[in-house]
Each structure stands twice: as C-alpha cells, then as structure tokens.
C-alpha cells in the first residue's frame, strides 16, 4: 500500500473520532483542527511530491475549473478582516464612543474567530486537494470507494443499534453528535449505491483484467445492498424528514446520471428527468412544511424552542454583510436568555452562513455548490466507464446542499472530512486518463 492510500485511509478512519469530537468544547476542537491540518499539510506534501508527472497533469485539469469557486470565500473572509470604510459591523462605532477612541473597525466582530474559520476553510481545500491527489490513480480511487461505504455503513449501523437499543451516548436527537452521524447515514446512500454500480461494472467488464466473476459479483453486490439498506434504514426510519429528502435527492442524482448515460447520454433527457426531479423536491419540502412563518434558513430545523427563537430574531436583524465568519455562536449568544446561553451556534449551516456573511450568503452557497454539481455530472457523463465516482459526489454534494436547511452539522470536522474526501475522488475521476 502507497503512502498516499495511507494517507487516505487515516482519514477515512479518523471520521468517527471526529463526529464525536465535534461535541468537545471549542477550544478542544480547535486544537483537534490544528493537529489535523498539520497532518493533512505533511500527508498532502507527501502525496504531491510521490505523483507521476502524467497524474500531476490530470489533477490540475480536474481541479483548475473550481479555483475561482474554491477562493471566493477566502476573499471574503480576508475582507471581512481588514478595515473596508462603509462596512464595518455597528458594533465597532457604539465601541468607538463608549472608549472615546478609533478602534480597528472591520466587518467581522471577533477577528480571532473569523481567522480560525479562514484556517478551517483552508483546511477543507488542502482536505480536497489531498484527496484528489490520492485518487488520481484509478486503483487507489476503487478502493477509497470502497472505504468510503464501509465507513459510512458502519456508522449508520452504529445509529441504528443506538436507537434500537434505547442507547443515549449519541446524545439527544436534536443533538450536534446526532446531526453528524445522521448527515453521514444519508452520504452513506450515496456512497454505497456508487460502490454497487462499480462492483456491478467491474462485472460487465469481465473481459478485462482484474473483471469479477460471478461468484465475486454476487458476493460483493450482496454486501453492498446490505449497506445501502442500514444507510436508508438509518435516514429514513429514526431521522425522516427533511434529512430523508436529502438523501433520497442524493440518490436519485445518482441514478439519474447513471440512467442517462448508459442511455446514449441525451441531455434531453437528463434535462427532463432532472427538472420532474426538482418538482418533486419542491413538493417534498412543501409537505413536510416545517416552521412557515420562520425564515427558510430555519424553517426546517429541529431544536429546542429558545435556540429556535433567538436565531429568528437574530436573522431580522443581520446586516447585508453579516457579523464575520465564525461568529455565530457568540452573536446568537446576546439573543439567548440566561438558561440557553451557551448553546452552540445557528442550528443550520444556512443560518451560519447568513449570520456570518449577510442574508443572501446561503443562496449564493447553493449557487456555486449547483455549479459544482453539474461540473461532476457533466465529467460522469462525458466518462466511458467509471462515471459513478464523479456521480458520487454530485450526490453527495445535492444531500449536503439540502442537508445544510436542517442541522449545523457540516460545519463540523467529521462531516466536512468525509465530504471532502468525496468530492476530492469525485473531482480527480471526472476525467479519463486520456482527457485532454
């Protein structure tokens, strides 16, 4: 084994330290990010400099495209740092006056906490572009599939024991540490449908070398229904709701460009599935409702009534360029009364994201996370075998994007590790290795 499946692997097995994790106090968790990206920086250094000159050339063509994407929060979280005159957060004039003094007026509130979300976003690129380097090689991506499902099933059958067994050490169901398994039960449909498309076409290929043979395929497909059904079990039983939606959504992404290509690849058609597809979702969410008279960053959020309230009020009052990254938690915190003080943060990565950037910041998010998408869908189809890693991850990506109206729990080291492993595999397979 290659150092950079090694790399990958420690990755893939730290993703349940790191779903309980996010429950440590915040400067625990800090401390737990800082050895990671120092690992990640050493393991990425290391799989960079072992790469063939011909990989080298694959990797940046697969991720050139997503650059600008990838640095536009960078900008604007170092805008968010500086002193930019106009749009400096209130705060700071009400400081100003009360000290009798300039004081350094910048739009984020808490310039310590907006540096530590820049290292954490920071983190999540290095986190891809690790990934996407490791799974340029077309064995080391079968076998991270593969690895993917199994730690995905694996937690998923965690919470169903758990809640089967009236077991409490997950925590409450509104809990963060629920959140996370929940968000990584639903990523585990996905994962696990594409490693029974790729066992299934490793099959069809028989005639190749290293193909499966019968016995092997059944064997291997066995287990993979398997895992799809604790994943779906685990979503659709004991979380429902809007979660369901998202994981069904991932799914049916998959599907749908699987359908499509092994169709001839009409666009027509794809065009025609996905938008009765969206209809649907649109019905979903319509069904299920939620909280109609809140904002749609919270409406579908479950959590206790106070931290409810308090983020609604927060949102009435959130300024065009929000408080700064990373400051949810300490602005919620003037909106809580004394029994709830405390608490984590916004409930929702939707509501993080226009607490810390301003009200259309979530639109925006979902605005490039579509772009991203359709990038891996166009690749998964443009594929003549293999089209299932990049379909992966426009799944994977479509359960995040809905996933981030329900929970906060992306925003976490556990989910946003596994998530970026996915789409780094996705990224780096959506090329052939004879793409120009």
Known sequence: MTVASLAVLALVVCVPLLLVADALPSVGERGLMGALMLAVGFGLAIIVAALRPGETARLRRALTPVLPLALLPVVCIIVQLVPVPGLAHPIWASAASALGAPVHA???IDPGATVVALCTWLLALALVTSSAAATINRERAEWTLAALAVAT??????????????????????????AAFDTVSALGVVTTLAYADLVFERYETRHRRGALSTIALIERLSLAVVALLACAFAVGFFRGGVMLVAAVSGAATFA????????????????????????????????????RDAPLAIRFAEVAHSRFDATQRLLADVTATGSGAGTAARVLSAYQDGAARGMPGAPTTAATLAIEFGPAAPWIAILMAAMVAALLIRGALG?????????????????????????ASLLGLG????????????????LGQHSR
């Open 256 to 291: 749908l460009v699987v359908v499509v290509r092994r169709m001839g690849g009409s666009l027509w058609l794809g065009g025609g599935l996905a938008a009765a597809g969206f209809v649907v979702l649109v019905m979903s969410l319509a069904a299920l409702g939620g909280a």
């Open 415 to 430: 989910p946003m590790v596994l998530a970026c492993l996915v789409l780094g595999l996705g990224l780096a397979q959506r």
């Open 106 to 108: 910048s739009i984020t």
């Open 153 to 178: 099933a694996a937690l998923a059958v965690v919470v169903v024991s758990h809640d089967l067994s009236g077991a409490t050490f997950l925590g409450e169901l509104q809990g963060q540490t629920r």
């Open 383 to 407: 594929r003549g075998r293999d089209s299932f890693y990049s379909a992966a991850a426009a799944g994977s990506v479509v359960t995040l994007a809905i996933g981030a109206f329900h929970d």
